[in-house]
């Protein structure tokens, strides 16, 4: 609708409007999801640094005569299911948190109680089951899993405030309306339950 009114429009990062064509934008960068590290003429490149790259790129080539719609979908911080690490930060971002011990809800640790509670479907195959097994099962996995989570998220905040530095810099921020919203409010092991909720 945007377009169709005179706005220059972007899509960045993960793409999960399949049934929405690609081409009504008039700029998108590949499907960005299911990877955090991946080769890229010939380089190592993290997902949100990708995805921070295309957004400047589409930032600095928009036409600047014309209102702009530009979505940035992070993948980070999704967890890579089925993989052991499940969370891989970016490597300056190792440092980050390291003084700090999170706090695995008492319910997610010794969660028989509270598991034993659930509906019947919350059972050993549900989803958010399996990913409690993958993240947060054993405390010192779990500490290793929440401080790279967020390292992630520290590493999307980061690339927020550049994207809004650039807007700056192009003397259009005090006219552009920024929403931040996200579908991965993430479950930290509570219930025994890993996940979106």
């Given at each position: 609708?945007l377009?169709?009114?005179?706005?220059?429009t972007?899509?960045v990062?993960?793409w999960q409007f399949?049934?929405?064509?690609?081409?009504?934008?008039?700029?998108?960068?590949?499907d960005?999801?299911?990877?955090h590290?991946?080769?890229?003429?010939?380089k190592?490149?993290?997902?949100?640094k990708?995805?921070e790259?295309?957004?400047?790129?589409?930032?600095k080539?928009?036409?600047?005569d014309?209102?702009f719609?530009?979505?940035v979908?992070?993948?980070?911080p999704?967890?890579v299911d089925?993989?052991?690490?499940?969370?891989?930060?970016q490597?300056?971002s190792?440092?980050?948190?390291?003084?700090?011990?999170?706090?695995?809800?008492?319910?997610?640790?010794?969660m028989d109680?509270?598991w034993?509670?659930?509906?019947?479907?919350?059972?050993?195959?549900n989803?958010?089951?399996?990913?409690?097994?993958?993240?947060?099962?054993e405390?010192?996995k779990?500490?290793?899993?929440?401080?790279?989570?967020?390292?992630?998220?520290?590493?999307?905040?980061k690339?927020?405030?550049?994207l809004?530095?650039?807007?700056?810099?192009?003397?259009?921020?005090?006219?552009?309306l920024?929403?931040f919203?996200?579908?991965n409010?993430?479950?930290?092991?509570?219930?025994?339950?890993?996940?979106?909720?």
């Open positions: 609708m377009r169709d009114r005179g706005y220059y972007g899509q990062g993960k399949h049934t929405y064509p690609r081409d009504k934008w008039n700029f998108t960068s590949d960005e999801y299911g990877w590290w991946r080769k890229i003429a010939g190592m490149v993290h997902v949100t990708k995805n790259l295309d957004a400047m790129e589409f930032l080539t928009r036409p600047k014309s209102p719609l530009l979505t979908a992070f993948f980070a999704h967890g089925g993989d052991p690490q499940q969370y891989y930060p490597n300056e190792f440092g980050l948190y390291n003084d700090v011990n999170f706090t695995i809800p008492l319910n997610g640790i010794n109680e509270s034993n509670r659930l509906p019947s479907f919350f059972n050993e195959i989803e958010g089951r399996k990913r409690w097994h993958w993240r947060y099962d405390p010192i779990a500490e290793k899993m929440m401080k790279n989570f967020y390292r992630m998220e520290t590493e999307v905040d690339t927020c405030g550049n809004i530095k650039e807007l700056s810099r192009q003397g259009v921020l005090n006219k552009t920024i929403i919203t996200t579908d409010g993430n479950s930290h092991g509570e219930h025994g339950l890993a996940g979106k909720w």
